[in-house]
């Protein structure tokens, strides 16, 4: 659905929980920077999740997950982070008030953005980049519903690992696992992964 294009204006605005950033968040990351002429991301607070460590400390990962791709339109801002998504691109219309905003999410939100914090606001504010993930498949429905609200959509062509943060937590996946963030974790034994894994 091709409502409101990317432009030479358009920032590509990706929040994560980042807990912790997976392989599946790296590729995202890339193919943003390809399609968007610049891509911002920052780690967050979901109140809808539980968190498994400090935001600090999931900032610093997602930091070192960016620093190693090294890609010029992609930046980390960790300023935009917000609790509440329309907290978030208020703040970044002060920082590029003549730039026009795609909030990234998964398919798998479509169904709950309509119960988000101010969602009939956050959607004046800008359009949804829609990322389809293995598991949730999108449907006329569910983009009716942000439509319903006042939004626009834009299904991105990308395809992204079956990666997730949820599984990683619950058992050290070594290969859903950026190798730059692997020595930090395991380091610092988070997320239940000793130093002597390979």
């Known amino acids: 659905m091709n409502i409101n294009p990317v432009s030479s204006r ?3 605005l990706l929040g994560t929980s980042a807990d912790p950033p997976t392989n599946g968040h790296k590729a995202l990351l890339i193919g ?14 979901n109140p809808a999740k539980k968190h498994s ?6 900032y610093e ?15 980390l801002k960790q300023e935009l982070s917000s609790k509440w998504a329309v907290n978030t691109l208020d703040e970044a ?7 026009d905003f795609f909030l990234i999410i998964g398919s798998d939100l479509i169904q709950d953005l309509p119960t988000w914090h101010e969602a009939k606001n956050l959607v004046k504010k800008a ?5 389809p993930r293995e598991g949730w498949p999108l449907n006329k429905a569910d983009l009716q519903l942000i439509h319903d609200l006042g939004g626009q959509t834009e299904v991105l062509p990308l395809k992204i690992p079956a990666t997730a943060s949820s599984a990683v937590r ?17 380091q610092k034994n988070l997320y239940g992964i000793p130093r002597n894994i390979q």
């Open 10 to 12: 358009s920032i590509a």
């Open 93 to 99: 219309a002060k920082y590029w008030p003549d730039n």
């Open 32 to 45: 943003l920077s390809k399609l968007f002429p610049k891509v911002v991301t920052w780690a967050s607070d």
């Open 53 to 58: 460590i400090s935001l600090i400390q999931r």
């Open 170 to 186: 619950c058992q050290p996946i070594l290969s859903q696992i950026p190798e730059a963030i692997l020595p930090i974790l395991q």
């Open 61 to 75: 990962l997602l930091n070192i997950l960016v620093e190693t791709i090294a890609i010029p339109n992609l930046e």
């Open 127 to 131: 359009s949804l980049g829609i990322v």
